[in-house]
C-alpha cells in the first residue's frame, strides 16, 4: 500500500525566513511525486511533478528535489502570500491512476 | 484558461437522501477523478474513469456510483447519505493517466448532512 508522509504538520515562519517542508513516501516503483498548493476551501493547485531521484524543478520562490525516498519543498524567502497548505501526492505503478496524498504541511507567513 | 467546473458549490441534505455532484473537466482532458476531502484530512480518492469508462476505484462506498458521459462530464450520485459523508469533494481532470499527466483540480462541492 502507498504511503505518504509529511512533515512537519505545520510551519510557522517569519516573512524572508526560508525553510524546507518534507515528503517521505513508499510505493510499489513510483510513476510520479506531485505537490500541490491548497487554499482554505479551494482545490489543490497544482505546482510541480518529478519523476525520477535528483530531479528538481523551481517556480518562484519554490523549489522542489526528489530522493528516492523523499521530497523536499524548499520555500527561499517567503511572503504571506504563500500562506496555505502543501500537499505531496504519489503515483504509483501499481497501476492506480488515483494519486495518494500525504495529509499536507500548513505553511504560515507571519508579515 | 478553462478550468475544472463543479456544481453545486454547496450542498445541504438530511440523512438518509440522496445528492449528485457534476463535474466538467478541462476541454480535452478524458480522464476524471473523484476525491474526498473531510475536515482537516488529506484528499481520499474515490474513483475514476477514462474515455466514459472506470478507470480505477479508491475507497468509494458501496452507496456511491458515477459515471462519465459522452461529453466527458461526471456524476456522482450519493445516496442513503449519512453524517460522516459531509465533506468537501473535489473532481479532477488530466489527460490519459497512462501519460503521467498531472491532475487539475476543481473548486469542489462542500456537501453538508444534518
Known amino acids: 500500500e502507498d504511503q505518504v508522509t509529511q512533515s512537519p504538520e505545520a510551519l510557522r515562519l517569519q516573512e524572508g525566513e526560508s525553510s524546507s517542508l518534507n515528503c517521505s513516501y513508499t510505493?510499489?516503483?513510483?510513476?510520479?511525486l506531485f505537490w500541490y498548493r491548497q487554499d482554505p476551501g479551494k482545490g489543490p493547485e497544482f505546482l510541480f511533478t518529478l519523476y525520477s531521484a535528483g530531479e528538481e524543478k523551481e517556480k518562484e520562490r519554490l523549489k522542489a528535489t526528489l530522493t528516492k525516498k523523499e521530497s523536499f519543498l524548499h520555500i527561499t524567502a517567503p511572503k504571506p502570500e504563500d500562506s496555505a497548505t502543501y500537499l505531496c501526492?504519489?503515483?504509483?505503478?501499481?497501476?492506480?491512476?488515483?494519486?495518494?496524498f500525504g495529509k499536507g504541511t500548513h505553511l504560515i507567513i507571519q508579515p | 484558461a478553462a478550468g475544472v467546473i463543479q456544481s453545486p458549490r454547496h450542498l445541504i441534505k438530511e440523512k438518509r437522501e440522496t445528492a449528485t455532484l457534476k463535474c466538467y473537466p478541462i476541454?480535452?482532458?478524458?480522464?476524471v477523478y473523484w476525491y474526498q476531502q473531510g475536515p482537516g484530512q488529506d484528499p481520499q480518492f474515490l474513483i475514476s474513469?477514462?474515455?466514459?469508462?472506470?478507470?480505477d476505484k479508491g475507497s468509494i462506498p458501496d452507496r456511491f456510483s458515477a459515471q462519465q458521459f459522452s461529453d466527458y462530464h461526471s456524476e456522482l450520485n450519493m445516496s442513503s447519505l449519512e453524517l460522516g459523508d459531509s465533506a468537501l469533494y473535489f473532481c479532477?481532470?488530466?489527460?490519459?493517466?497512462?501519460?503521467?499527466?498531472?491532475?487539475?483540480f476543481g473548486s469542489g462541492t462542500q456537501l453538508s448532512v444534518l
Open positions: 474513469f477514462y474515455e466514459k469508462m472506470q478507470s
Open positions: 476541454p480535452r482532458h478524458d480522464t
Open positions: 479532477a481532470s488530466s489527460l490519459d493517466p497512462g501519460a503521467n499527466e498531472k491532475l487539475f
Open positions: 501526492a504519489v503515483r504509483s505503478g501499481g497501476g492506480a491512476d488515483g494519486l495518494t
Open positions: 510505493v510499489s516503483g513510483l510513476r510520479g
